[in-house]
């Protein structure tokens, strides 16, 4: 991986009430990302954040997320650790059922499509099926989910094209990426606002 400045992304959801920054900082044996989230969902309004590191692949390593709810309650921590082979654990104990999982996919976040579209690699039309660590919020009950990813252009210096599919909920939306496979549009969920 090479080395290069840190990112800066700001998300807002589609429809309703909030704002994610980013915080990516890359070096060569990996990257580091650092997540604030202020997001209305249903009645509750949350402030979470979150750290996630990964290897020089693009394995997400460890991944920490708090979420708070209004008024200062807290409302849960999921500490989620991998060995970049698919073997993890949540909160210090193993969970076998995740096993074979590489990228964590959290509900509130398109920065996490971002981690199987680099660590993959595809080539122009090609697919890839894939598990992920699926992270609900607020409940943080961490799940295997199976997606699919298809590149529909590859990434480059304007950014790329790809098509996401939820499998585990039959979901599908074309992503626009940046020249980083930041998502800069994610229909009806998630739209960047700086930079833009």
Known sequence: M???????VYWRPWDEPGLEHLHVTYAADGIHALGLILRKLGTAHLR?????????????????????????????????????EGNWRANGEPQPDLAGCLDPDIQITPFTNTLPIRRLDLDPSASADIQ???????????????????????????????????????????????????VTDYPETFRRVWPI
């Open 2 to 8: 090479n080395e290069a400045a840190p990112r800066n």
């Open 48 to 84: 979470c954040r979150y750290e996630l590191t990964t290897d020089a692949k693009w394995r997400t390593r460890k991944l920490s997320f708090a979420v708070m709810e209004s008024g200062e309650t807290a409302a849960g921590r999921l500490v989620l650790e991998s060995d970049g």
């Open 132 to 182: 992920v660590v699926y992270v609900p919020v607020p409940e943080l009950t961490p799940r295997l989910a199976e997606q699919r990813y298809t590149c529909l252009e590859g990434l480059g210096r304007n950014g790329g094209r790809y098509r996401y599919e939820g499998l585990f909920r039959d979901f599908t939306a074309d992503l626009p990426v940046d020249a980083d496979a930041m």
